[in-house]
């Protein structure tokens, strides 16, 4: 976030006695506010959603040259892991790759790459449940079909599934 805001650059982020600082927990209180973002999709995005065993080794630039040099996406996770062992690996490393394919989606997104703040309006309505793999039944690699641009919602949902599985697979390797 302080290089979000302009207070560091990514470089001094990267050495910053603040860089592992939890910016939000779970605690005792009944209600819990969630921080949620959206970004626009356009064809062919991918999303890495990562543990920091990956991202505090592997530097951003040397994460896009993967995504730029490799297609398969079981080979794009292998080779990042690979890459954040190669240099020490200090943690437990996960990684979720997903690419966004399909006709609905934009060639091209007028907005810009970012944070932009998810607020709950008529336009993007509440999060609604959707279904998920049964135990031990989800493929390598996954195929997303392309929803049309103003159905967030769902596409939230995938992304949170995605993070609650890193947190299970993290979890359970501990």
Request: aromatic share 2%.
């Amino acid at each position: 976030r302080l290089v979000e805001v302009g207070e560091l650059t990514e470089e001094k982020a990267e050495v910053s006695e603040r860089r592992n600082i939890i910016l939000q927990a779970l605690g005792p209180d009944p209600v819990v506010r969630v921080d949620l973002s959206w970004q626009a999709l356009q064809r062919e995005d991918v999303l890495i959603i990562c543990s920091d065993g990956l991202s505090t080794m592997v530097r951003r630039d040397d994460i896009a040259q993967a995504v730029r040099e490799e297609k398969d996406l079981s080979r794009m996770c292998q080779r990042l892991v690979d890459l954040a062992n190669e240099r020490g690996g200090p943690d437990n490393i996960t990684v979720v790759i997903v690419r966004f394919e399909g006709d609905a989606l934009p060639a091209d997104s007028t907005d810009a790459p970012g944070y932009h703040e998810m607020v709950t309006t008529a336009e993007r309505p509440a999060l609604r449940p959707t279904g998920v793999f049964a135990s031990g039944s989800a493929p390598a690699a996954v195929v997303i079909p392309a929803l049309p641009p103003s159905r967030t919602g769902p596409l939230l949902t995938v992304i949170a599934v995605a993070i609650a599985i890193i947190g299970l697979v993290v979890w359970l390797s501990r």
